[in-house]
């Protein structure tokens, strides 16, 4: 199995390399055959590879395979080496079995585009990129695999380049993730010079050894390390590019934005967990970021009128809950939510892109209304999502997902009531805000007609993901509940165990309260959204509401702070004494060539009397000499 590891990122980049070269005479069908095809490969090798790494555990608990020596300079040496333990394989199970899901329905959703070659070459990149992201075994190949993500978002957040507004989030997303790749090429450096070495193993098992618990130099390369994770997963600070980034076609934000490369810094967080033990007030701050960061976005997704901005603002609020559990210690329950929020995620932005599509390009979800006849599988779907995402307590695969972050938070013995009570806060935000979503999208009166039913190739996307976010909390039911906890057992070798408070409630009142919780907020949708026995149009049409509109003024105050004075720098520059002196040269230049351009007007009598003044010239000089 180990000789076929390299595989599994190599083959949508061969299908990358074969599109870009010869688009031009490869039809349509076999574009998309292409790239389709190729992820689905990549996706049945990783299934093969976790059959039997579950089989037949490898020895030292991964399977390894170095292609090839990259650098060897000054006892530095990095290879490009790929490496697959169980966190990886639950990477590249989501990454090629949800990509090629949402490579499938993107064959029909894009088929009139004129940018169809282009837009599945960038896909395959993508998906190319982020398996070698999570696959390598050192971190300098993780940082091409990190900025090779980066460029992808930028180039598909911008694919229809033509509006100048896409273009405008297409460069906010690649300058504010750039910020967070900052810090986090400088903890690289760091990395460096203290240990030597990049690779992922060395620095897990030297750490211990040469750093304590709380020392300086370990709290500032974790603080760098959080830094690129903040950047690419879309915390605060640096959440402000996400709901723009749905400026690009809906899979895009369902494959990117939702399933993949934004949970990126959870990745790298729970990959070098053991760095980040050895920084325990930089796991308080990861924490505190992520109980902050999914109430922020939780109020701001209340508020929202565009569909695909409420997804947007939701994928930052879970992943706010994945950093909550990093936080507290709970890898295991994080990477649980990583993977069934990625099966209902992308559910609700396939099934959000097939509304708009066939609602002719309409966003405002104030203008639909009444599809839950007109669109029975997308409704049924999408309703389905929207449990899972609100954490319906027993038959959603969500319920099991968030339980264990909500439990952690508060049972983990670096937990406390206050990270519970915020969870439990956003669950309700939660279960509000999507609710709010269904029935203005579902129910009530209908504002715009869809002009057909989605196609198969859109429908059995759509399905799937809805029975894996039925069925895929069924892996991992918490210990009061069954015997089955085999996401927690594969895992077990990756994580350190976690510790727990000895002071905290049973385990099923919490499961009672956030069960409460979550139909509390449901009920509340449906008294505001649907029934409107409240008045909800208030409420929208508030000074918090506009606040909470407007992602609590975070754009106006970059804005203020960074963007207006750098442009107003940049208009004195514009003018500068520098520009001033090569721009006066330019016109000298210019200005000779005008005059001497003169001297050749076509007349035999100018050119004689120059001859003969240039004879005279010389001769007199001669005289003189």
């Known amino acids: 199995m180990t000789t076929f590891i390299w595989l599994i990122p190599v083959l949508p980049l061969i299908s990358f390399l074969i599109n870009v070269l010869f688009n031009r005479v490869i039809p349509r069908r076999g574009i998309a055959l292409l790239g389709v095809g190729s992820v689905a490969l990549s996706a049945l090798i990783t299934i093969i590879a976790g059959i039997k790494f579950l089989s037949i555990p ?98 598909l957040i911008g694919f229809w380049y033509k509006d100048p ?12 993730t750039r910020i967070g790749d900052t810090f986090m090429i400088v903890g690289l450096f760091l990395l460096v010079i203290t240990f030597g070495t990049l690779n992922i193993d060395t620095l897990l098992r030297q750490a211990p050894l040469v750093w304590s618990s709380g020392s300086p130099v370990a709290v500032i390369a974790a603080l760098l390390l959080l830094g690129g994770a903040l950047g690419k997963s879309a915390q605060l600070p640096l959440q402000t ?40 007030e930089v796991l308080a701050a990861i924490a505190i970021i992520g109980a902050a960061t999914l109430l922020i976005a939780g109020f701001s997704a209340l508020t929202q009128h565009d569909l695909k901005r409420v997804l947007a603002y939701s994928t930052i609020s879970q992943i706010g809950y994945m950093f909550l559990a990093l936080g507290v210690g709970a890898w295991s329950a994080a990477i649980f939510h990583f993977m069934i929020h990625a099966f209902f995620k992308a559910l609700l932005f396939l099934g959000a892109g097939s509304i708009i599509l066939l609602l002719h390009e309409e966003h405002d979800m104030h203008k639909m209304g009444g599809l839950r006849k007109k669109m029975p599988i997308v409704f ?21 997902s968030k339980d264990q972050i909500l439990w952690f938070s508060l049972a983990s013995g670096i937990g406390s009531k ?28 209908a504002k715009t007609e869809p002009k057909h039913q989605p196609g198969p190739l859109m429908t059995i996307p759509l399905i799937i993901l809805a029975a894996l976010s039925l069925i895929g909390g069924f892996i991992e039911l918490p210990h009061n509940l069954g015997p089955v906890h085999l996401f927690s057992r594969l895992l077990e070798p990756v994580f350190p ?8 409630a049973p385990e099923w009142i919490i499961q009672v309260i956030s069960a409460l919780i979550a139909i509390g907020g449901i009920y509340l949708a ?17 000074r918090l509401s506009h606040f909470f509109y407007q992602g609590w003024g975070f754009d106006w105050l970059y804005n203020k702070l960074f963007v207006l004075p750098l442009v107003w720098l940049s208009q004195i520059d514009k003018k500068d004494f520098i520009d001033k ?27 004689v009397m120059v001859m003969v003044a240039g004879l005279i010239l010389l001769l007199t000089i001669m005289l003189n000499l």
């Not at 507004?165 to 504010?176: G, T």
């Not at 165990?497 to 905290?504: K, N, Q």
């Not at 006066?584 to 007007?601: D, E, F, K, M, W």
């Open 380 to 400: 049924l779907t999408f309703l389905i999502g929207g449990a899972s995402l609100s954490a319906l307590p027993l038959i959603t695969a969500g319920f099991y």
């Open 418 to 445: 206050w990270l519970w009570l915020a969870g439990i806060a956003g669950a309700l935000l939660t279960s509000l805000y999507t609710f709010r979503m269904i029935f203005l999208v579902f129910f009530g009166e």
């Open 526 to 542: 449906y008294l505001l959204f649907n029934k409107k026995t409240l008045s909800s149009n208030v409420i929208e049409k508030s």
């Open 241 to 280: 590019w996400l709901p723009d980034a749905m400026a690009g076609p809906s899979p895009v934000s369902a494959l990117i934005h939702a399933a993949t490369m934004v949970t990126a810094g959870v990745y790298l967080i729970a990959r070098l967990n053991v760095l980040f033990i050895l920084a325990p």
């Open 165 to 176: 507004a896409n273009d405008y989030a297409a460069r906010k997303a690649f300058i504010v």
């Open 58 to 155: 490898p020895a030292g608990g991964a399977y390894t395979t170095t292609i090839y020596t990259w650098l060897s300079t000054g006892g530095f040496t990095a290879d490009i080496a790929f490496r697959m333990d169980a966190l990886t394989l639950v990477f590249c199970f989501v990454i090629t079995f949800v990509g090629a899901l949402i490579h499938l329905y993107s064959v029909e959703f894009m088929k009139d585009d004129d940018g169809f070659a282009r837009f599945f070459a960038y896909m395959n990149l993508f998906v190319s990129s982020m398996l070698i992201l999570v696959l390598s075994n050192n971190l300098l190949l993780l940082y091409l695999g990190w900025e090779g993500v980066g460029l992808c978002s930028y180039l």
């Open 497 to 504: 165990a976690l510790i727990l408070s000895e002071s905290h």
């Open 581 to 607: 002196f090569y721009s006066s040269l330019a016109h000298a230049v210019n200005y000779s060539g005008t005059l001497l351009s003169r001297t050749q007007n076509g007349k035999l009598r100018w050119y």
